[in-house]
C-alpha cells in the first residue's frame, strides 16, 4: 500500500511539474510575442512579388507599421502590421527566438479589429457568412466604410509584357440600422438616410463643397459625426 501510495504521489508531483513548466513556456512566448500561440504560429505569408514589378499589394506601402489587434475581444498593442488588400489578408511580422523574422497571416475568423497608424479596420460578417474587412470613418452607429483593394494588370506599353499593380481603389458604404449599404455619389449617400434627415444632410454636403467618394478622411468623420445626430 506505501508504494502504490508512493507512486501515486510521485505521478501527481511529475504531473504539476510538468503543468508548471508548459504555463511557464506560453508565458515566456506571451512575453515575446504579446500573442497567445494560435496566433503567432498562423498561416505562413507567402505572397512576395519581384522586386522590379511596378506597385506593391499593400495598403499603403511595403513596410510594416506599429498598430494594434483586437481578437475574439482581446487586444494586443505594438504590432507590426501590414495590410494585403489584394488578398485582402493582415500581416503580423514578428522575430522567432532563433531571430528569424516571420511574417504570418492573422485568421480574419477571429480577428474583430485592427488599427494601422491612424486607420482603423474591422472585420465584418458578410450574408453568405464570409469575412470583410472595411475600413471604418466614426464612432458612433452609423459609421462610413471603405472596402479596399487593388488589380493585377498587365503592362505591355515598353514592348516587354509585365505585371503592374494598380492603385488602391476603393467601394464605399453606409453601416446603417444593422446593414451595410453601397452608395457612389452625393445623391446615393444622400438617399441612405432618414427622409427627415435628407435635406439637412444635403445642404451640409454643398456648403462644405463635399465629394463624398474623394473625400479625405477627416472630412468624413466630420459629415458623418452630423449625420449621427438626432437633432439635425
Same mark, same amino acid.
Given at each position: 500500500?506505501?508504494? +502504490?501510495?508512493?507512486?501515486?504521489?510521485?505521478?501527481?508531483? &511529475?504531473?504539476?511539474?510538468? @503543468?508548471?513548466?508548459?504555463?511557464?513556456?506560453?508565458?515566456?512566448?506571451?512575453?515575446?510575442?504579446?500573442?497567445?500561440?494560435?496566433?503567432?504560429?498562423?498561416?505562413?505569408?507567402?505572397?512576395?512579388?519581384?522586386?522590379?514589378?511596378?506597385?506593391?499589394?499593400? %495598403?499603403?506601402?511595403?513596410?510594416?507599421?506599429?498598430?494594434?489587434v483586437q481578437i475574439n475581444g482581446v487586444i494586443y498593442?505594438?504590432?507590426?502590421?501590414?495590410?494585403?488588400? %489584394?488578398?485582402?489578408? +493582415?500581416?503580423?511580422?514578428?522575430?522567432?527566438?532563433?531571430?528569424?523574422?516571420?511574417?504570418?497571416?492573422?485568421?480574419?475568423?477571429? +480577428?474583430?479589429?485592427?488599427?494601422?497608424?491612424?486607420?482603423?479596420?474591422?472585420? %465584418?460578417?458578410?450574408? =453568405? #457568412?464570409?469575412?470583410?474587412?472595411?475600413?471604418? &470613418?466614426?464612432?458612433? @452607429?452609423?459609421?462610413?466604410?471603405?472596402?479596399?483593394?487593388?488589380?493585377?494588370?498587365?503592362?505591355?506599353? @515598353?514592348?516587354?509584357?509585365?505585371? &503592374?499593380?494598380?492603385?488602391?481603389?476603393?467601394?464605399?458604404?453606409?453601416?446603417?440600422?444593422?446593414?451595410?449599404?453601397?452608395?457612389? =455619389?452625393?445623391?446615393?449617400?444622400?438617399?441612405?438616410?432618414?427622409?427627415?434627415?435628407?435635406? #439637412?444632410i444635403k445642404k451640409y454636403i454643398q456648403e462644405k463643397?463635399?465629394?463624398?467618394?474623394?473625400?479625405?478622411?477627416?472630412?468624413?468623420?466630420?459629415? &458623418?459625426?452630423?449625420?449621427n445626430k438626432d437633432d439635425f
Amino acid at each position: 500500500m506505501k508504494i +502504490l501510495l508512493k507512486a501515486v504521489l510521485s505521478l501527481g508531483l &511529475i504531473y504539476t511539474i510538468q @503543468s508548471t513548466l508548459a504555463q511557464n513556456v506560453k508565458d515566456s512566448l506571451d512575453l515575446v510575442y504579446h500573442l497567445d500561440p494560435i496566433l503567432y504560429n498562423g498561416k505562413q505569408y507567402t505572397y512576395f512579388v519581384s522586386s522590379n514589378m511596378m506597385g506593391n499589394q499593400y %495598403f499603403m506601402n511595403r513596410d510594416f507599421s506599429k498598430g494594434n489587434v483586437q481578437i475574439n475581444g482581446v487586444i494586443y498593442p505594438d504590432l507590426d502590421l501590414n495590410y494585403d488588400i %489584394f488578398n485582402q489578408q +493582415l500581416l503580423l511580422k514578428f522575430i522567432k527566438p532563433n531571430g528569424i523574422t516571420s511574417i504570418v497571416v492573422i485568421p480574419k475568423a477571429s +480577428l474583430d479589429i485592427f488599427n494601422i497608424k491612424h486607420n482603423r479596420f474591422e472585420v %465584418f460578417k458578410t450574408k =453568405n #457568412k464570409s469575412e470583410q474587412i472595411y475600413q471604418v &470613418i466614426g464612432k458612433d @452607429s452609423i459609421q462610413v466604410l471603405y472596402s479596399w483593394k487593388k488589380r493585377l494588370n498587365l503592362d505591355d506599353a @515598353s514592348g516587354i509584357s509585365t505585371f &503592374i499593380f494598380s492603385e488602391s481603389e476603393k467601394d464605399t458604404y453606409v453601416h446603417i440600422n444593422n446593414q451595410i449599404k453601397k452608395y457612389r =455619389n452625393n445623391k446615393s449617400f444622400v438617399s441612405l438616410f432618414d427622409s427627415n434627415k435628407q435635406k #439637412k444632410i444635403k445642404k451640409y454636403i454643398q456648403e462644405k463643397n463635399i465629394n463624398v467618394k474623394k473625400a479625405p478622411d477627416k472630412q468624413m468623420i466630420d459629415l &458623418i459625426a452630423i449625420c449621427n445626430k438626432d437633432d439635425f
